[in-house]
């Protein structure tokens, strides 16, 4: 399987990401790029140093995103749902390929979704047969207020749910200290354990 991992400028969390792969998975085939980057741009200095750190070698420079790399990747793994949006903007003929590291490699989030799923519908049919029973009797604005009364509850299991929600992103160290770059590093390390197994 050949992976590509995609950030912002391919100097941070991208590189992170290829050479914690690459460590874990020698014979993988993985490359990184940035949705912003410049043209052979070494990795940051911190980026570096943490990987320095846990003994894994960093040789590294920067590439923007080109179809050529699409095309050659099996999967797109991105940092953050914004990485994942401008793909989807900017590339949208491999949008099956894409996904953010967190989403792809974790299952934990698949029943919390399936809840929301079905609290939206459930609050969607419920207002609606609300609506055609009322809209005849009373203005727009009386309507609204007597929804938001009638299905309050409805609304907080809602926004409950959406709370549970993982934060898809992996934290953008860049500006940062080097204890920073080393959560950042954490937080890497752990979400590719997780894809090794689905892989």
């Known amino acids: 399987m050949k992976i590509l991992f995609i950030c912002t400028g391919n ?10 792969l690459k460590q874990k998975l020698p014979d993988v085939e993985v490359q990184s790029a940035g949705i912003y980057a410049g043209k052979d741009e070494q990795a ?20 923007p995103v080109t179809n050529h790399l699409l095309d050659w990747a099996d999967l797109v793994l991105t940092m953050t749902t914004g990485h ?3 793909l989807i903007l900017q590339h949208p ?3 099956e390929k894409y996904y953010t590291l967190k989403e792809y490699s974790s299952d934990t989030d698949k029943e919390s979704w399936q809840m929301l799923k079905k609290a939206y519908a459930d609050y969607e049919e419920k207002r609606s047969l609300f609506i055609q029973k ?23 299991k809602i926004q409950q749910l959406e709370a ?28 590719i354990e997780l894809l090794l197994k689905k892989i």
């Open 11 to 20: 100097t941070c969390r991208s590189p992170m990401a290829e050479a914690i």
């Open 44 to 63: 940051n200095e911190n980026t570096i140093t943490v990987l320095k750190e846990v003994g894994i070698p960093l040789d590294h420079s920067s590439q």
């Open 84 to 86: 994942k949006q401008a």
């Open 93 to 95: 003929n491999y949008q």
């Open 134 to 156: 009322n809209e005849h009797k009373l203005d727009n604005n009386r309507l609204n207020k007597m929804i938001a009364n009638e299905f309050q509850e409805d609304i907080e």
């Open 164 to 191: 549970n929600l993982i934060n898809y992103d992996i934290s953008d160290p860049f500006g940062g200290d080097l204890e920073i770059y080393q959560d950042t590093l954490r937080e890497l390390d752990k979400y």
